[in-house]
């Protein structure tokens, strides 16, 4: 136990290692020491009057291997989130690394991240509207993205989705309602596409008024107009507008078709290629 005990206070010399005038070892390579002396008390106490220190080297070397440890974590942490947090693994490469600068919106999307705990706490959330190809989902996933590399969970998915996997767990489907409201930020994409069914309706609604009630942010992209929202055909669709218009606040999106243009590009070099 003694031996044990005491290459506790060993200090591991390397052939470079030099003893200095105070008569400490100090490191050949960053001529910094590598023992310290106990406080006059504390020698007594241990039977030593000194103990190791890190030079200057090794503490480099210590930090690097956990800055190296810290991003790895931070790697796997965001895998996982991104993993749960998207519908389909595309939206990954929706950042606004990939924007392709055509989206006069985006700049609403870069403040909305930098000013998330403001959002967070004002509960601000987004209606973004437009014709179809205009750029709003990606405006969307820019921001999940970048969220979640801040390791914030976020939870980017559509009502078909949410009513399908309602319909398969029917019985726990209070609790599947509140793992959505526990996301700090969620984005419902494609508002309106769904099937209008009653079940369909009355689901939409719930999901709607439960993320309402958490008082946290939510992001919608719907191809209706604020036209449309604020004069609802039904009953049903009026409560479910009235808690939209009242959380979000719309963004419109009067961009040109991004996926005609990119369609008839690729059309051009087709045609080219086989010229």
């Not at 099937?195 to 369909?200: F, V």
Request: glycine content about 6%; charged content about 30%.
């Amino acid at each position: 136990m003694t031996n044990d005990f005491e290459k506790v206070f060993d200090t591991a010399a390397e052939p470079q290692d030099y003893t200095g005038e105070d008569g400490l070892l100090y490191c050949g390579s960053c001529r910094t020491p590598k023992e310290a002396y106990f406080p006059a008390d504390k020698a007594a106490l241990f039977g030593r009057d000194r103990h190791p220190a890190e030079c200057d080297c090794q503490r480099a070397k210590r930090l690097e291997r956990e800055a190296a440890e810290q991003r790895r974590k931070h790697l796997d942490t965001v895998e996982d989130l991104k993993r749960r947090g998207f519908t389909d693994s595309k939206m990954r490469e929706w950042t606004f690394a990939n924007d392709n600068g055509k989206c006069p919106q985006m700049g609403m999307a870069h403040s909305y991240v930098e000013r998330w705990e403001q959002m967070k706490e004002g509960n601000h959330g987004l209606l973004l509207w437009g014709k179809v190809g205009t750029g709003k989902s990606y405006f969307a996933g820019c921001i999940a993205n970048a969220l979640m590399e801040q390791e914030i969970p976020v939870r980017m998915t559509n009502f078909a989705l949410i009513l399908n996997d309602l319909a398969a767990s029917f019985e726990g489907r209070n609790e599947y309602i509140d793992r959505l409201c526990r996301y700090p930020l969620l984005i419902i994409d494609d508002f309106g596409m769904e099937r209008g069914t009653e079940y369909g309706l009355e689901q939409v609604y719930n999901v709607i008024d439960s993320r309402y009630r958490s008082g946290k942010p939510l992001i919608v992209t719907t191809n209706h107009t604020p036209d449309m929202l604020e004069n609802p055909q039904d009953t049903a669709h009026a409560r479910i507008y009235d808690r939209l218009i009242e959380m979000c606040s719309p963004v419109c999106f009067t961009a040109k078709n991004f996926r005609k243009e990119a369609a008839k590009a690729k059309l051009d070099r087709l045609k080219e290629l086989l010229k």
